[in-house]
């Protein structure tokens, strides 16, 4: 019995659902090494599509609160292109809502549709891009007013110091931040990382299509598989999730002063800094705020030594 399961979390596997010749994907790197940590038993797969494969069962599990409608119709589409013998729904939420999340697949089950979506986006003094996006990538559809402010603060001081930049775009989404400087400071080295395959696929997409070169790095443990990166960079930006009490955030924190050279600038943006101001003190000596679109971008420099 091949058994695929979709949409699982760590929290979520039991020995039942794992049993047997079970592979269990995830879209986020970060939730595959949850899944190995915990269920040293399971075969997982971290991909921004599902894997191909003579399929006996696949099993979603979804909701509205586990995922946008969107992925989950972006992922019925997937799972029933590669036509299981047999379908499982897991869905958490309402019956109502799984009627009308099936009714929407059922209407015209072989029809194939895209998902990606377009948009603009420009600083001042720079070029403007167009980013395409998939569901699931951080932002689907629209660009994030925080991102923008931080490329905005970034792009101006980095293109006034007159020197091309290294630097590093940790948690890049499809790309928004890092490529709008990248356009605005010529000859920056971009390096993007971030633990979503989604946004990684993306990213390396926008890259392509505008000509603007990246390492986009699939990770969740920001430079470790970066042979040599470490004191290496310029700048470094970051618009970290802030759920689960900062602790993502002080993972981009510590990636970013161990990535700065002396003299390096760390900027991260929030909505309101007193939660994220004394997380990124602890990581450097002193954090300045620039204030933009209703948004706190937080700037400090690594010491010199
Ligand atoms: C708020 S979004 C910002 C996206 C983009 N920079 C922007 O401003 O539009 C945060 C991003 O961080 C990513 N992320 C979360 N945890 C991460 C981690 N440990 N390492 C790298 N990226 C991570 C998410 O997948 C998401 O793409």
Known sequence: MKRLLVGFKASDLTSE??????????????????????????KVVCSAHLPGGDWDEIVFRTGPKLMSGE????????????????????????????NDLLGKIKKDPDRVRSFAARYPASVPGGRRIELTSFPGCFCHRRRDEGGLALAEVAARELAQARS???????????????????????????????SHSRAVEAARLNSRDLGIPAEVVLADDGIASLPDAAG??????????YYSDYRIADVFLETAKSA??????????????????PVQERYFPSVEIVRRRGYSVLKSVKPLP
């Open 232 to 241: 290496t960079f310029d700048a470094f930006v970051g618009n970290p999730p």
């Open 260 to 277: 700065l050279k002396a003299g390096g600038v760390c900027y991260t943006v929030v909505k309101n800094e007193a939660g994220l101001k």
């Open 17 to 42: 659902l794992l049993a047997g010749d079970t592979l269990c994907h995830t879209l986020d790197i970060y939730h595959a090494h949850a899944i190995e940590k915990t269920r040293p038993d399971a």
């Open 164 to 194: 091309p930049v290294k630097l590093l775009d940790m948690g890049c989404g499809c790309g928004l931040v890092g490529f709008l400087v990248a356009g605005a400071v010529p000859g920056t080295a971009l390096t993007m990382i971030d």
């Open 71 to 98: 992925l989950s119709l972006d992922l019925l589409q997937e799972i029933h292109l590669l036509s299981p013998r047999r379908f499982t729904l897991d869905f958490v939420g309402r019956e109502r809502d799984r």
